[in-house]
């Protein structure tokens, strides 16, 4: 990232808050607040300040020589406050969405956000090697979450739009799957137009190849066990032929086996709900291949008291001592178990659901509860205020 002044301040006018919304960064940026503070801005909420008023040349010839002052360079953006932006887009997006903007005073708090860019393209590149000071979250009821970053200083150039991170994947930075950035026109009407023609449903696309992926990829682990003990189970016999020496060899390797299950299991439980919902509707005109979704829907669906266990032992683990919790070995091993006929299920059509999945086209997105992902252990993003940092 090149460098930059140590302190710096960017102010933007905003027709929604009438006035002034001033912006502090720089690995120095309480220089910058400094200032603000004696030039007469009011901090807000989300670590800006604001003054009223459309006196650009007024307010300017106030602040700048306190900036100087504290060591801050000023700048006025020519364009909108990107508040506004985000909210008139979000406005006009599909379904129910709200818009914030945050803020990365520090250019490690803008680091801190590269691992949660679900991105292949403009937008992941310009996080990770030039200043992005602040930019727009835009948040969907469906649990879509989009990042909205202006796209250099013009504002001729529009806005760079690219995905966060949406159910807890280990490698989403620079991930394959993921939708590549587009870049939006500066009109917010125009903007939403090309979010839903063209963002959205690409964003859904990527969304169902990854999580299809994710599940072949955990059915793939188990299979190679499972079928071993199924064999053991079922004619006495290790996978060499060699005879069992005693009857309590399965039950220890079936018990050990439903210890690792749950953990190996759950990404299929967390990311099939979405695969099987967008086969559904593909599978419809085809009986047989109905018949598999509906196994496998049936399957995931009797798995649902193990997964509401694990939610609530993800909350407990927040808010009661661990000690008083049931230890984490027996309770993998418990829920193991419960969904070790699922997993059967799901092993014996694995080929039919990878078929089906692999030809399903996305449709419309998800309606907002329908399908719940497990929680994420982490938050969903870091807190990139300055209000989170003081």
Aim: glycine share 6%.
């Amino acid at each position: 990232m090149p460098p930059n002044p140590p302190a710096q301040i960017t102010v933007a006018y905003s027709r929604h808050f009438d006035g002034l919304i001033a912006i502090a960064h720089g690995e120095q940026w309480r220089w910058a607040h400094t200032a603000l503070e004696q030039a007469g801005f009011t901090r807000r909420d989300d670590g800006s300040f604001h003054t009223p008023g459309d006196s650009v040349p007024v307010t300017m010839a106030k602040l700048l020589p306190i900036a100087r002052r504290h060591r801050a360079t000023l700048q006025v953006s020519s364009r909108p406050y990107l508040g506004d932006i985000a909210e008139q887009i979000a406005a006009r997006l599909p379904g129910r969405w709200t818009a914030q903007v945050e803020i990365y005073s520090n250019p490690l708090w803008q680091e801190d956000l590269l691992p949660y860019l679900w991105d292949r393209g403009e937008l992941a590149q310009s996080v990770k090697d030039r200043r992005v000071p602040y930019a727009a979250k835009l948040d969907s009821d469906t649990g879509i979450e989009l990042l909205l970053a202006e796209h250099g200083p013009d504002p001729e150039h529009g806005y760079l739009l690219g995905a966060l991170v949406f159910e807890e994947f280990e490698d989403s930075y620079d991930n394959p799957h993921a939708p590549a950035t587009v870049t939006l026109p500066a009109e917010p009407v125009s903007a939403a137009q090309v979010i839903n023609g063209t963002f959205l449903p690409a964003y859904h696309r990527a969304l169902h190849h990854r999580r299809t992926d994710a599940v072949l990829a955990a059915l793939d682990t188990l299979r190679a066990e499972y079928d071993t003990l199924r064999t053991m189970g079922g004619s006495g016999h290790f996978s060499d032929g060699m005879p069992l020496r005693s009857p309590t060899v399965v039950r220890e390797a079936t018990k050990s086996f439903a210890e690792r299950v749950w953990l190996e299991f759950l990404p299929v439980l967390t990311h099939a709900p979405g695969v099987v919902a967008n086969c559904t509707t593909t599978v419809a005109h085809r009986p047989a291949d109905a018949d598999v979704v509906r196994r496998l829907h049936d399957a995931l669906t009797s798995c649902a008291p193990a997964m509401k266990a694990w939610q609530d032992r993800l909350r407990d683990l927040r808010l009661q001592p661990h000690r008083a919790l049931e230890p984490p070995g027996p309770m993998r091993t418990r829920l193991g178990r419960q969904v070790l006929p699922a997993l059967g299920v799901w092993l014996a059509d694995a080929d039919d659901f990878a078929r089906i999945a692999h030809a399903a086209r996305p449709g419309n997105p998800p309606r907002p509860g329908a399908v719940t992902p497990v929680p994420a252990v982490r938050p969903a993003l870091p807190p990139p205020s300055p209000s989170a940092h003081r």
